[in-house]
């Protein structure tokens, strides 16, 4: 019988943080692979960039995981400029990039490397929920967003 696994969501890698350091630095690195094809190539960026030749592509990117996860299973959001028109409505509706619920890519490795810094190799055995120390540290960081 074959068995499925999964990561439900980012705060399971809390639980195995090396392992969880290189699970999200592959899945960043495959999503930088796809992005920079597209922005390869010249029709594209100068049609929407202004200055194509100035652009840092790894200054603009939104990248994180939400928690809940939207599809049940650990993903990264990869979203690259420029906005459509609709993905700019749901970012305005609080839709995309959603505060208490958005994690950016960064702090979610920042957390991950400090814990394999610190010789926790096994993980912590924190709770994992909405009130854990670590999301709400960030989001006392991040209080004056609505």
Not at 25 to 30: C, L
Not at 46 to 72: L, T, V, W
Not at 104 to 132: I, M, Q, R
């Amino acid at each position: 019988q074959r068995r499925v696994h999964g990561i439900p969501d980012w705060r399971y890698l809390l639980l195995r943080p090396q392992l969880g350091l290189e699970l999200i630095n592959e899945m960043y690195g495959a999503c930088v692979k796809a992005g920079k094809t597209l922005f390869a190539r010249d029709e594209w960026r100068s049609k929407f960039i202004r200055s194509p030749e100035e652009f840092d592509f790894h200054k603009h990117i939104a990248a994180g995981f939400n928690y809940p996860p939207s599809q049940y299973q650990l993903h990264i959001q990869f979203m690259a400029p420029c906005l459509l028109p609709f993905q700019w409505a749901q970012a305005i509706k609080g839709v995309h990039f959603t505060f208490k619920r958005f994690f950016p890519f960064a702090f979610v490795k920042e957390v991950l490397e400090v814990l394999v810094k610190e010789g926790l190799a096994e993980g912590v055995s924190a709770k994992l929920d909405t009130k854990s120390e670590i999301q709400q540290a960030y989001f006392s960081l991040h209080s004056s967003n609505p």
